[in-house]
């Protein structure tokens, strides 16, 4: 990105007074300003970017995206280029990789820009926001049946380290449309320091199912500069709602790992020395993740939409965790995976009483997709939560100190595990086939059990102990 | 005179400048040269400290502030209602005229329409004495409310020396004249007061008469009156903000203040979408036209999250004024101590707990002490409250964070959210056991007058089943339900059905969304006599299993969603569907009896 350098506004400036961490601190100031991007120059004739944290009484603090290693108090240039941060845009990024700061990474030359964007956006106007309704078929039954996603959402998967969070999102990019519309989402994708291997998985997912023609790549791999990191998801979320706004189309944008992310503005932090939040992380990481997550949405008289799946893994497998919470009061809804379900091998290994998709209410029912999908949901829910109680008692008690609903409950849990949420990672159920694999799962409970189904809907598609399903 | 001077520094929302002298604390100032919105909340020699209340990405240095010699405040008429402001009350809609779908910065605009005309009569006359609060004159500002027309609460009063006629005029009019010792003061349809600071009246009552919300767990359980406070704590995911829709929905006031603050866009969009569409189940009216919401969703500048909060409350107290009950709803107030918290740290104050600054708890004392029941100012006389309901999001779902363990000490209702209810998704996941209300001997009186005697007792009764079931739930943890005598696992399965039929409301259907006062007693007098009933059939001898086939129980539990408010009465057919399934276990077994 930025190949236009030599902005006539632009300053420069030699005196470096300190050096810490990812961080500089420029002396002999006249002219910088809030956020200013700034490039430096080492004694080598190396370039790198940065960006200004604060500014006043002649000094600036610079943050450096490429690390500090290597830069010197002396022979260090520092140029403040009078504007901040860009991303060209054009419909030449579809297809394109690029680096964790927008820069070609494909070893093609760089896209020419129909214009430059403000990596850091704008906050939506709520007034002018549409609300999320059109039901976005994912194929994976748990998701569409009780977590449904809709256009416009943001929906992050709360994972764990070795969970297949990428093969389900993977899965999701393949498989997601929304039913009776032929248009394709386009996928912007943006690696946040993870491996090699797992964006090579992802890329290559896309290949195989033709979706990499009309997907953007971002990669800062685990050992890309780590302060790069800031900016990838920034980048990422500005072409997104570039093609979106501006080109009309529905873009799904996955961001993976989120927790990278939040380390690297730690790390940026704890430099500063900030007064610390929760577990070091800087008190004002809600408002900084708040400012990526809502770049996701509809907006009135435009077509098209950002629908968002982030992807963060839980340190420790903590969901109260600082990272893991502060996403969860942000998006609309959390897909949360279990080890426990990956270690019997069930795939996806989603806890679905952990998970939630908020906006599900406006995408389902009469008209949208049927009329007894939520109620179904619902009950869905509370069978298997009925039949996790049991579960721990009947390893207290034993199956002899359980009444019959209840061991019929215990039945219901694990033909839901088997019937219903497991399925293949190239599996493209559509809702029908969804919706009566949930009604086989009710069959198997007495009528009067069913407490949160219309009594119209019990006797539309409820048949008891008509299907007794097995896998 | 006006403050002049320059910015030194600059880091986020935080900003220097040097040469401000003149300038007070807590004054507006107009901060570089895109004029952004500023308040300052340090003074150091020449130097102010200023929170600024849009985005700062491009200010430097050497940039001119200027001072404005006003604080923050709000502006007050006819044009309120039905909007949407940001935190500073600029609407969002004029926003959207000037920078299209994204909120640019250094955008001015006015809170109201001066320009609209409205058809004012007057309620003075020539020659009167007034003082301040007065009713000068009535408009209607929307079908649902007239709004009245007062005398600035700071006016020092005198005698009306000119009032215009019945009329439509627009808000700059000067609508009246009053005189005090010879001077002359302008009235018109608006008056600004500072968000800062209570408006003030002339006495204050307790709350006795309860909100009603529709919602079984609160009205019935867990009330809270008009003029009170409460607060519901809870993880994410646990239905804090759907909690909160329904009361801004429901609740039986006349105004309803919605802020979103530092929470989601699709949120305020979603209330923005549905209340136009919904209809007040007593006036029969668009919700919209008694709804004003703030939005400072969690994207917009921190700063104005801290100033959404008081122009909200500010806004409430201005109606509160006219005699009206106003509901304010707060969503999230975690965020806004948040946005304490960064100000604070770039203040670089001493930290209490969790980073959060030590007056953290005064300034939510403040806050939920502008709720009240009260009787206004001026003539005539008329009685007005704010009650003020307050989300906390609890970071990790602990409540002995500050923000929690601080607001507890401020209110009077506790509504608490339950993430293992919400995972099992019992909805909304009000905590039975942990919640409490301190209105309940005060609002006891009210549905003695209004709907029955037996509500205080109905209510202790079923209550007592939840709490007598918390204590079994540990034994059968240990030993399983089996091992419990027949009495006790019919207080499992009553507390089973009180859960689902009465405490579970789904917010998303049609009928269960508003549940009346009147079927909520019902509901609640259903349950307890079909324990009684059960109870004695128990002590005559028959079985558990015979009660719990009773075909009555799911239409008990499903009563709430399939009989709506209208049809009250067939509520009275379950009854008798009840008492006929009781008198033919009773007979079934005793013929059982006599063949054996």
Same mark, same amino acid.
Request: aromatic share 8%; with cysteine; proline share 5%.
């Given at each position: 990105?930025?190949?236009?350098?030599?902005?006539?506004?632009?300053?420069?400036?030699?005196?470096?007074?300190?050096?810490?961490? &990812?961080?500089?601190?420029?002396?002999?100031?006249?002219?910088?300003?809030?956020?200013?991007?700034?490039?430096?120059?080492?004694?080598?004739?190396?370039?790198?970017?940065?960006?200004?944290?604060?500014?006043?009484?002649?000094?600036?603090?610079?943050?450096?995206?490429?690390?500090?290693?290597?830069?010197?108090?002396?022979?260090?240039?520092?140029?403040? !280029?009078?504007?901040?941060?860009?991303?060209?845009?054009?419909?030449?990024?579809?297809?394109?990789?690029?680096?964790?700061?927008?820069?070609?990474?494909?070893?093609?030359?760089?896209?020419?820009?129909?214009?430059?964007? %403000?990596?850091?956006?704008?906050?939506?106007?709520?007034?002018?926001?549409?609300?999320?309704?059109?039901?976005?078929?994912?194929?994976?039954?748990?998701?569409?049946?009780? !977590?449904?996603?809709?256009?416009?959402?943001?929906?992050?998967?709360?994972?764990?380290?070795?969970? &297949?969070?990428?093969? !389900?999102?993977?899965?999701?990019?393949?498989?997601?449309?929304?039913?009776?519309?032929?248009?394709?989402?386009?996928?912007?994708?943006?690696?946040?320091?993870?491996?090699?291997?797992?964006?090579?998985?992802?890329?290559?997912?896309?290949?195989?199912?033709?979706?990499?023609?009309?997907?953007?790549?971002?990669?800062?791999?685990?050992?890309?500069?780590?302060?790069?990191?800031?900016?990838?998801?920034?980048?990422?979320?500005?072409?997104?709602?570039?093609?979106?706004?501006?080109?009309?189309?529905?873009?799904?944008?996955?961001?993976?790992?989120?927790?990278?992310?939040?380390?690297?503005?730690?790390?940026?932090?704890?430099?500063?020395?900030?007064?610390?939040?929760?577990?070091?992380?800087?008190?004002?990481?809600?408002?900084? !993740?708040?400012?990526?997550?809502?770049?996701?949405?509809?907006?009135?008289?435009?077509?098209?939409?950002?629908?968002?799946?982030?992807?963060?893994?839980?340190?420790?497998?903590?969901?109260?965790? &600082?990272?893991? %919470?502060?996403?969860?009061?942000?998006?609309?809804?959390?897909?949360?995976?279990?080890?426990?379900?990956?270690?019997?091998?069930?795939?996806? &290994?989603?806890?679905?009483?952990?998970?939630?998709?908020?906006?599900?209410?406006?995408?389902?029912?009469?008209?949208?997709?049927?009329?007894?999908?939520?109620?179904?949901?619902?009950?869905?829910? %509370?069978?298997?939560?009925?039949?996790?109680?049991?579960?721990?008692?009947?390893?207290?008690?034993?199956?002899?100190?359980?009444?019959?609903?209840?061991?019929?409950?215990?039945?219901?849990?694990?033909?839901?595990?088997?019937?219903?949420?497991?399925?293949?990672?190239?599996?493209?159920?559509?809702?029908?086939?969804?919706?009566?694999?949930?009604?086989?799962?009710?069959?198997?409970?007495?009528?009067?059990?069913?407490?949160?189904?219309? %009594?119209?809907?019990?006797?539309?598609?409820?048949?008891?102990?008509?299907?007794?399903?097995?896998? | 005179?006006?403050?002049?001077?320059?910015?030194?520094?600059?880091?986020?929302?935080?900003?220097?400048?040097?040469?401000?002298?003149?300038?007070?604390?807590?004054?507006?100032?107009?901060?570089?040269?895109?004029?952004?919105?500023?308040?300052?909340?340090?003074?150091?020699?020449?130097?102010?400290?200023?929170?600024?209340?849009?985005?700062?990405?491009?200010?430097?240095?050497?940039?001119?502030?200027?001072?404005?010699?006003?604080?923050?405040?709000?502006?007050?008429?006819?044009?309120?209602?039905?909007?949407?402001?940001?935190?500073?009350?600029?609407?969002?809609?004029?926003?959207?005229?000037?920078?299209?779908?994204?909120?640019?910065?250094?955008?001015?605009?006015?809170?109201?329409?001066?320009?609209?005309?409205?058809?004012?009569?007057?309620?003075?006359?020539?020659?009167?004495?007034?003082?301040?609060?007065?009713?000068?004159?009535?408009?209607?500002?929307?079908?649902?409310?007239?709004?009245?027309?007062?005398?600035?609460?700071?006016?020092?009063?005198?005698?009306?020396?000119?009032?215009?006629?019945?009329?439509?005029?627009?808000?700059?009019?000067?609508?009246?004249?009053?005189?005090?010792?010879?001077?002359?003061?302008?009235?018109?349809?608006?008056?600004?007061?500072?968000?800062?600071?209570?408006?003030?009246?002339?006495?204050?009552?307790?709350?006795?008469?309860?909100?009603?919300?529709?919602?079984?767990?609160?009205?019935?359980?867990?009330?809270?009156?008009?003029?009170?406070?409460?607060?519901?704590?809870?993880?994410?995911?646990?239905?804090?903000?759907?909690?909160?829709?329904?009361?801004?929905?429901?609740?039986?006031?006349?105004?309803?203040?919605?802020?979103?603050?530092?929470?989601?866009?699709?949120?305020?969009?979603?209330?923005?979408?549905?209340?136009?569409?919904?209809?007040?189940?007593?006036?029969?009216?668009?919700?919209?036209?008694?709804?004003?919401?703030?939005?400072?969703?969690?994207?917009?500048?921190?700063?104005?999250?801290?100033?959404?909060?008081?122009?909200?409350?500010?806004?409430?107290?201005?109606?509160?004024?006219?005699?009206?009950?106003?509901?304010?709803?707060?969503?999230?107030?975690?965020?806004?101590?948040?946005?304490?918290?960064?100000?604070?740290?770039?203040?670089?104050?001493?930290?209490?707990?969790?980073?959060?600054?030590?007056?953290?708890?005064?300034?939510?004392?403040?806050?939920?002490?502008?709720?009240?029941?009260?009787?206004?100012?001026?003539?005539?006389?008329?009685?007005?409250?704010?009650?003020?309901?307050?989300?906390?999001?609890?970071?990790?779902?602990?409540?002995?964070?500050?923000?929690?363990?601080?607001?507890?000490?401020?209110?009077?209702?506790?509504?608490?959210?339950?993430?293992?209810?919400?995972?099992?998704?019992?909805?909304?996941?009000?905590?039975?056991?942990?919640?409490?209300?301190?209105?309940?001997?005060?609002?006891?009186?009210?549905?003695?007058?209004?709907?029955?005697?037996?509500?205080?007792?109905?209510?202790?009764?079923?209550?007592?089943?939840?709490?007598?079931?918390?204590?079994?739930?540990?034994?059968?943890?240990?030993?399983?339900?089996?091992?419990?005598?027949?009495?006790?696992?019919?207080?499992?399965?009553?507390?089973?059905?009180?859960?689902?039929?009465?405490?579970?409301?789904?917010?998303?259907?049609?009928?269960?969304?508003?549940?009346?006062?009147?079927?909520?007693?019902?509901?609640?007098?259903?349950?307890?006599?079909?324990?009684?009933?059960?109870?004695?059939?128990?002590?005559?001898?028959?079985?558990?299993?015979?009660?719990?086939?009773?075909?009555?129980?799911?239409?008990?539990?499903?009563?709430?969603?399939?009989?709506?408010?209208?049809?009250?009465?067939?509520?009275?057919?379950?009854?008798?569907?009840?008492?006929?399934?009781?008198?033919?276990?009773?007979?079934?077994?005793?013929?059982?009896?006599?063949?054996?």
């Amino acid at each position: 990105m930025l190949s236009d350098f030599s902005s006539s506004s632009s300053v420069e400036y030699t005196k470096v007074a300190e050096i810490k961490g &990812p961080i500089i601190v420029v002396d002999g100031i006249t002219k910088a300003s809030f956020d200013e991007l700034v490039e430096i120059e080492t004694s080598e004739g190396e370039r790198r970017l940065g960006r200004v944290l604060e500014v006043g009484y002649g000094k600036a603090i610079v943050q450096i995206f490429e690390g500090t290693s290597g830069l010197a108090i002396t022979g260090t240039k520092a140029k403040f !280029l009078g504007k901040t941060m860009v991303m060209p845009v054009s419909n030449e990024l579809l297809g394109r990789v690029f680096d964790g700061l927008g820069r070609p990474n494909d070893g093609l030359p760089e896209p020419i820009a129909d214009k430059f964007l %403000d990596v850091n956006g704008e906050p939506m106007n709520p007034e002018r926001r549409e609300y999320p309704t059109s039901f976005i078929q994912t194929g994976v039954s748990v998701i569409d049946g009780m !977590l449904t996603l809709v256009r416009g959402q943001k929906l992050p998967i709360f994972s764990g380290s070795g969970l &297949p969070h990428n093969i !389900l999102a993977a899965q999701i990019a393949r498989q997601a449309n929304v039913v009776g519309t032929n248009e394709d989402f386009a996928v912007v994708f943006a690696a946040i320091g993870v491996q090699y291997s797992e964006a090579q998985y992802f890329k290559r997912s896309l290949e195989d199912s033709g979706a990499l023609r009309r997907s953007v790549l971002f990669l800062n791999l685990a050992d890309d500069p780590a302060i790069e990191r800031i900016i990838t998801p920034r980048v990422a979320l500005t072409v997104a709602e570039y093609l979106a706004f501006d080109l009309g189309m529905h873009v799904l944008a996955i961001l993976t790992d989120m927790t990278n992310y939040c380390e690297a503005l730690r790390e940026i932090s704890a430099a500063r020395e900030e007064v610390p939040g929760r577990k070091g992380y800087p008190g004002y990481l809600y408002t900084d !993740l708040a400012n990526n997550y809502e770049r996701a949405g509809r907006i009135k008289g435009r077509n098209g939409s950002v629908t968002q799946v982030p992807i963060l893994s839980m340190p420790a497998d903590d969901i109260t965790h &600082p990272i893991a %919470d502060l996403t969860g009061y942000i998006t609309e809804g959390q897909i949360v995976l279990s080890r426990e379900l990956f270690r019997k091998g069930v795939y996806p &290994p989603v806890n679905v009483l952990m998970s939630l998709s908020r906006l599900m209410k406006d995408g389902v029912g009469e008209g949208k997709t049927r009329g007894d999908h939520m109620e179904v949901g619902n009950q869905l829910y %509370d069978a298997y939560s009925r039949s996790q109680e049991v579960r721990a008692l009947a390893d207290i008690v034993g199956r002899a100190g359980l009444t019959g609903v209840d061991l019929k409950y215990l039945d219901v849990g694990d033909k839901f595990e088997t019937y219903y949420l497991k399925q293949s990672v190239d599996e493209n159920r559509n809702l029908e086939e969804t919706l009566t694999r949930a009604w086989d799962i009710l069959a198997n409970l007495p009528k009067g059990e069913l407490t949160k189904i219309k %009594d119209k809907n019990i006797e539309q598609y409820y048949k008891e102990g008509s299907k007794h399903p097995t896998q | 005179m006006v403050a002049k001077g320059k910015i030194v520094w600059v880091s986020g929302p935080a900003v220097r400048a040097d040469g401000m002298a003149s300038v007070k604390m807590y004054e507006t100032v107009e901060v570089g040269e895109s004029k952004l919105i500023g308040e300052v909340i340090r003074l150091t020699g020449e130097i102010a400290f200023i929170q600024v209340y849009e985005s700062t990405s491009g200010l430097r240095p050497g940039e001119p502030v200027v001072g404005t010699g006003q604080p923050l405040s709000v502006l007050l008429g006819p044009g309120i209602i039905g909007k949407i402001y940001d935190g500073i009350q600029r609407p969002l809609e004029e926003i959207a005229k000037k920078s299209g779908a994204f909120i640019s910065k250094g955008i001015s605009t006015t809170p109201i329409d001066l320009k609209k005309k409205y058809h004012f009569k007057p309620a003075l006359k020539i020659g009167e004495n007034v003082k301040a609060g007065t009713i000068i004159g009535t408009i209607e500002e929307t079908p649902l409310l007239t709004h009245s027309i007062l005398i600035p609460p700071d006016s020092s009063g005198g005698r009306v020396i000119d009032i215009t006629g019945e009329g439509d005029y627009d808000l700059e009019q000067i609508i009246s004249t009053i005189e005090n010792n010879g001077i002359k003061f302008p009235l018109k349809m608006y008056h600004k007061w500072p968000v800062r600071k209570p408006r003030p009246y002339t006495e204050r009552f307790d709350p006795t008469v309860p909100l009603i919300t529709g919602q079984r767990v609160i009205d019935t359980y867990f009330p809270i009156a008009k003029g009170g406070t409460g607060a519901i704590p809870g993880g994410f995911g646990t239905g804090k903000t759907v909690t909160l829709h329904q009361i801004a929905k429901w609740a039986d006031s006349k105004v309803v203040v919605y802020i979103g603050c530092g929470e989601r866009g699709n949120e305020m969009t979603e209330v923005l979408v549905e209340f136009p569409h919904l209809i007040d189940p007593r006036s029969n009216r668009p919700l919209m036209e008694r709804t004003v919401l703030v939005a400072n969703t969690s994207n917009m500048p921190v700063a104005a999250r801290e100033a959404s909060i008081y122009t909200g409350v500010t806004i409430a107290e201005y109606y509160r004024d006219m005699g009206y009950d106003v509901v304010l709803v707060a969503d999230s107030t975690s965020r806004w101590a948040e946005a304490l918290r960064e100000m604070s740290g770039r203040l670089e104050e001493m930290p209490a707990e969790e980073g959060y600054p030590s007056y953290l708890a005064s300034r939510l004392a403040e806050f939920y002490e502008r709720a009240g029941r009260v009787r206004a100012l001026g003539s005539p006389d008329r009685n007005g409250s704010v009650t003020i309901v307050g989300a906390v999001s609890p970071s990790g779902a602990d409540f002995t964070e500050p923000v929690t363990t601080h607001t507890i000490r401020f209110i009077k209702t506790f509504w608490a959210l339950d993430t293992r209810l919400a995972y099992s998704r019992h909805y909304p996941s009000i905590n039975w056991m942990q919640s409490y209300s301190g209105y309940l001997e005060d609002v006891s009186k009210w549905w003695t007058e209004n709907i029955s005697p037996d509500w205080y007792n109905l209510r202790a009764e079923s209550y007592n089943i939840l709490q007598r079931e918390d204590t079994l739930k540990e034994i059968v943890r240990l030993l399983g339900p089996e091992a419990l005598p027949d009495e006790e696992k019919l207080v499992l399965e009553m507390a089973r059905m009180i859960k689902i039929g009465i405490l579970q409301q789904n917010s998303f259907d049609k009928i269960d969304t508003y549940c009346g006062p009147e079927k909520q007693l019902k509901l609640v007098n259903l349950m307890v006599k079909f324990y009684k009933e059960s109870l004695k059939l128990l002590k005559e001898g028959k079985s558990l299993s015979d009660i719990r086939s009773m075909p009555i129980i799911p239409s008990l539990i499903k009563a709430k969603f399939e009989i709506p408010d209208e049809q009250v009465s067939k509520l009275k057919d379950l009854e008798s569907q009840m008492d006929t399934q009781f008198n033919e276990i009773r007979s079934q077994k005793e013929e059982v009896e006599l063949v054996v």
